[in-house]
């Protein structure tokens, strides 16, 4: 079982984007079963909230179902995942300095690191832009997830 966590700062918009893509191209592709995803995120302001509906409103225009509500990351999730895949370089160091002694830095990692069909290092926050933001972080998703399943199965 390979367990995987999204990392964003609200857990509203790119990490649970993150998740549910994932979610569904390793149930497409029938690893279910070999595969834990979940998504948290570096501030508990929307803990127990979905998605955001700008959010939803993409996925659902390209297939993906829509799960999970808003968690907050904590030190345990450091120990429990075997990958945390934070969207841009703050989140990267709001999960490390859950762990002052190092331990786990090697599988905090940058999810862009994945993507190929793109040039990025980061997904940008699409909260306070338009729907094409939103896009944008949905293309960018979809790249990375692709790339991460092939490498993980």
Known sequence: MKRILFLCMGNICRSPAGHCVLQHLV?????????????AGTIGFHVGSPPDARMQQNMRARGIPI??????????????????????QDNLAGARRLDPNKKHWDKIQLFCDYCTEHDVTEVPDPYYGGDQGFEHVMDLIEDGCRNLLKSLS
């Open 67 to 88: 799960i999970g509500k808003s968690k907050q990351l904590s030190s345990r999730d450091l120990d429990y995942y075997d990958l945390i895949l934070a969207m841009d």
């Open 27 to 39: 149930d497409a592709a029938g690893l279910s079963d070999q595969f834990e995803i979940e998504s």
